[in-house]
Nanobody, 127 residues
Framework: QLHLVESGGGLVQPGGSLRLSCAAS????????VGWFRQAPGKRREGVSC????????????DYADSVKGRFTITRDNTKNTVSLQMDSLKPEDTAVYYC????????????????WGQGTKVTVSS
C-alpha cells in the first residue's frame, strides 16, 4: 500500500519555527514532484512549496508561494524517502492544516494534479 505521512505540526508563537516532514511508504518519493499545501478554515487548499521531479526534464529545484518565500525551505532526503519543510519566522496567517502531496514525474505541483495525499498535520501560530 502507498502511504504519505506528515508530522511535525503543532502550536508555535509568532516568529517561531517548525519543521514538517513527509514520509512515504510503498513508493519512492524520488519518482515524484513533492509539494506542501495548506488549507485554512473556510479557505481553499493552496500550494506552499514544491520540489519538482529531478530527472529528465525536471531539475529538482524548489518553488515557493510568494507568501512564504524567504521563510520556508523545502528539502528532499532520498536516503530516508522523506521531504521536509522548514518553516521559520512563522506568522499567524500561516495557521492551517498542512498536507504533503505528490505528482508523478512532474515539473511542478498543482493541487488538481496530486496523485496521493497525506492526512495532514495542523500548524497553529498564535501567542
Amino acid at each position: 500500500q502507498l502511504h504519505l505521512v506528515e508530522s511535525g505540526g503543532g502550536l508555535v508563537q509568532p516568529g517561531g519555527s517548525l519543521r514538517l516532514s513527509c514520509a512515504a511508504s510503498g513508493f519512492t518519493l524520488d519518482d515524484y514532484a513533492v509539494g506542501w499545501f495548506r488549507q485554512a478554515p473556510g479557505k481553499r487548499r493552496e500550494g506552499v512549496s514544491c520540489i519538482n521531479y529531478n530527472h529528465g526534464y525536471g531539475d529538482g529545484h524548489p518553488d515557493y508561494a510568494d507568501s512564504v518565500k524567504g521563510r520556508f525551505t523545502i528539502t528532499r532526503d532520498n536516503t530516508k524517502n522523506t521531504v521536509s519543510l522548514q518553516m521559520d519566522s512563522l506568522k499567524p496567517e500561516d495557521t492551517a492544516v498542512y498536507y504533503c502531496g505528490v505528482v508523478w514525474r512532474a515539473p511542478e505541483c498543482a493541487v488538481t494534479s496530486v496523485d496521493y495525499w497525506g492526512q495532514g498535520t495542523k500548524v497553529t501560530v498564535s501567542s
